[in-house]
Structures are given as structure tokens and as C-alpha cells.
């Protein structure tokens, strides 16, 4: 079956980096747009970026163009999240997306950034 899990999360000062990780498994990896949403508390799920079969088309919202970069390693199965200049408005649990049959979610990795 379809397994999204994410991890690299964790507590960052602003202006700190991490790098998050999505394991996925079940399904032919290259052949899927894999995307990364985040969730802070209160607030409805938002696209943080989007990356194409290979590699070469990435989309990000706007709020993280410049500081985050997706990637992903179709041999490893796995896409990134490099998160930099980290702020405290970053803080939220980061979700891995799959659209295949019908969508599937990891469960997700907290990240909060705080002094």
C-alpha cells in the first residue's frame, strides 16, 4: 500500500535551516508529482511546493520562493524540503503529498521555529 512518511523535523532558531525528508513506498515514484503542504496551528493546510516527475518543474508558494528548495531522489524513493532563513511564521507540521489513485498524506513532521 501507499506510505508517505516524512521526517527531519524539530525546534530551529529563526534564521536556522533543516531539511525534511519524505520516504515514499507502494507506488512507482517517478512517475508522480510529489508536493510538500504545511499546517500551522489554526490555519487551513497550504501548498509549500511541488515538484515534476523528474525534477526539472518545481513550483513553491510565494511565502518560501528563495528560502525552501523541493528535490527528490527517484532512486531513493524520497523528496526533500531545504528549508533556510527559517522564521517563526514557519512553524506548522509539513505534510507529503501523493495524487495517484486518490490522494494520500504522510502524517506529517513538526517543525517550530522559536528563540
Known amino acids: 500500500q501507499v506510505q508517505l512518511v516524512e521526517s527531519g523535523g524539530g525546534l530551529v532558531q529563526p534564521g536556522g535551516s533543516l531539511r525534511l525528508s519524505c520516504a515514499a513506498s507502494g507506488f512507482t515514484f517517478s512517475n508522480y508529482v510529489m508536493s510538500w503542504y504545511r499546517q500551522a496551528p489554526g490555519k487551513e493546510r497550504e501548498l509549500v511546493a511541488s515538484?515534476?516527475?523528474?525534477?526539472?518543474?518545481?513550483t513553491a508558494a510565494a511565502s518560501v520562493k528563495g528560502r525552501f528548495t523541493i528535490s527528490r531522489d527517484n532512486a531513493k524513493n524520497t523528496v526533500y524540503l531545504q528549508m533556510n532563513s527559517l522564521k517563526p511564521e514557519d512553524t506548522a507540521v509539513y505534510f507529503c503529498?501523493?495524487?495517484?489513485?486518490?490522494?494520500?498524506w504522510g502524517k506529517g513532521t513538526l517543525v517550530t521555529v522559536s528563540s
Open positions: 515538484i515534476g516527475r523528474t525534477g526539472s518543474t518545481v
Open positions: 503529498k501523493a495524487v495517484i489513485d486518490m490522494v494520500y
